[in-house]
């Protein structure tokens, strides 16, 4: 079954939605409402039909149709609070680069759906409003002044979207008036702006970093929007994390509640990849594939002498999928230790015996580590104070050299044994580089469809795939939760399978331990 579906009131018999008013009330709305969401509601429940015969229509016995749960969870619109706001015929209709398109425009009525592995009497479940150029937009090009803002902490594909928002708005737009913010989200009323213009970002994709600069915390919201409103910006683009997609949020809020006519999207960056809804981050490919790099370099160092142990500290500081992904890619990797995955030390079944055992069988050991793994350990042994950096994140210990000081000291003073050990953190040269193909086909999409959203006059968005559909996300829903491996999910049984390390954990301990994550993950985010 296809993710993307359309529900085109000519050829569907749905009798009228109904709105999901919190968690109780509902009231009736004309179909023709989908096109422009009211601010109140933003997800619907649309009742379809059951799916006898043919996959998208079909009647009950007595020709009524059947409501089979199908959700909407939409995003604003500027219309919500500016209710006679003109729109204007789409540029992309006279584009040379677009005539070719056998659909350029996306009906108001697709959506993405976020499950695509459904039984045959489960309700459809929720959907994203599909992302791309609608028909009318709510902004005459020549009228458009736009900005873009990089928030937090470096990810490879940063200048990529950067680049790909301005020539987005420039070719596909013809708009001219494009502003860089420099220095994060205080750059806003601390700094002076950059003039963007295509040249200028011509090459930026080729470079590591943000072009724009970054910072983390200074989030005001009333000087940002004090800034907005006498720069006479009226289109904001918001690169970063889960803070700073938070922060995204509440200049929407705001622009609402001043009535200005000002879209606000929001680009959702975490090189961790643990922002959830979305099929992965950008620059999570290029972050394992550069990963290998220090995996390969540790195995050969530990293969070159006796009872050689490696240990490569990987980024994750709540979410292991750089360190999984990375080890899966490897073959090389012998033990792979994640957040989400309690470890123990000593003892039967423990990491000492297991390291003890593979130098037994092939003379060496690599071990890939997640930063945020050990932490409770660790924070033991130093007695940390639980120090939070300017984004309101806690500040990790560092759990590779506290690991490579304890398997040292159990066997050169515990056991007497001699071990070659060899530690390697190459975070911050990850972090640093450019983004490879694949991301940078991936950073084009996010650029164009978030451009695409704000000219049609939707606010207060994010985007992202949804089963490799790209959809437009409300923001609550990426910064409600964070994404964390499933330890009771076939891709981490792939790693255990591929690593035949110990899952330290037994059958019964596994549910409970997810539970407490997401008990955890829950108090972070509120």
């Known amino acids: 079954m296809d993710s993307t579906i359309s529900l085109s009131s000519s050829s569907l018999l749905l009798p009228s939605p109904r709105r999901r008013l919190g968690s109780k009330s509902q009231a009736s709305i004309s179909l023709r409402n989908l096109r422009r969401p009211s601010l109140k509601s933003r997800t619907f429940l649309v009742p379809s039909l059951s799916r006898q015969n043919r996959p998208i229509r079909s009647q009950s016995s007595n020709h009524q149709p059947q409501d089979d749960g199908f959700v909407l969870e939409d995003v604003p619109h500027l219309t919500d609070f500016l209710s006679n706001l003109p729109s204007y015929p789409n540029p992309l209709q006279q584009s040379q680069a677009y005539a070719v398109v056998k659909k350029t425009f996306v009906s108001p009525a697709d959506a993405v759906a976020q499950k695509v592995v459904v039984q045959d009497d489960s309700p459809r479940g929720v959907h994203f409003r599909r992302a791309g150029p609608r028909e009318k937009v709510y902004f005459k090009s020549e009228e458009v002044r736009a900005c873009i803002v990089t928030c937090g902490g470096l990810c490879p594909g940063i200048n990529t979207v950067i680049r790909e928002i301005v020539c987005g708005l420039s070719y596909m737009y013809g708009v001219e008036d494009i502003l860089g913010i420099e220095g994060g989200y205080r750059g806003f009323y601390s700094k002076n702006t950059l003039k963007l213009t295509p040249k200028v970002v011509n090459d930026i994709h080729k470079r590591g970093g943000t072009f724009l600069r970054t910072s983390r915390g200074g989030h005001d919201t009333n000087k940002i929007v004090d800034n907005i409103q006498d720069r006479g910006i009226n289109q904001v683009y918001i690169i970063g994390g889960d803070g700073t997609q938070k922060g995204a949020a509440l200049i929407y809020e705001e622009v609402e509640k001043r009535g200005l006519q000002v879209a606000v ?40 002498v006796e009872n050689g142990i490696g240990i490569v500290k990987l980024m994750g500081r709540y979410s292991g999928f750089i360190a999984l992904h990375a080890t899966l890619a490897s073959r090389d990797v012998d033990c792979c230790l994640i957040p989400e995955s309690p470890f123990y030390l000593e003892g039967q079944g423990g990491l000492f015996e297991f390291i003890e055992q593979r130098l037994k069988e092939n003379g060496h050991i690599v071990i890939v580590v997640a930063e945020g793994a050990g932490q409770e350990y660790v924070a033991q042994q130093i007695h940390a104070a639980g120090e939070k950096d300017a984004s309101g994140n806690k500040l990790l210990l560092d759990v590779g050299i506290w690991l490579t000081q304890k398997i040292k000291d159990h066997f050169t003073k515990g ?112």
């Open 415 to 526: 056991q007497q044994m001699a071990v070659n050990m060899k530690y390697i953190d190459p975070t911050y040269m990850i972090r640093a580089i450019p983004s490879n193909a694949s991301d940078n086909i991936y950073c084009t999409l996010l650029a164009h469809s978030a451009v695409h959203g704000a000219m049609a006059g939707y606010s207060g968005f994010t985007v992202g795939p949804v089963n490799s559909r790209h959809a437009y996300i409300p923001i609550s829903r990426v910064t409600e939760t964070q994404n964390t491996v499933n330890l009771t999910d076939r891709m981490w049984a792939r790693l255990l399978a591929s690593t035949n390390q110990p899952s330290f954990l037994e059958r019964n301990e596994l549910q409970s331990r997810v539970d407490l994550i997401n008990s955890n993950l829950e108090n972070t985010s509120t």
């Open 265 to 304: 999207a929001g680009v959702p960056k975490t090189i961790d990849n643990d922002i959830t809804v979305i099929d992965k981050s950008f620059g999570f490919d290029t972050a394992v594939e550069e990963a290998q790099r220090a995996i390969n370099a540790a195995h050969v160092e530990v293969e070159s």
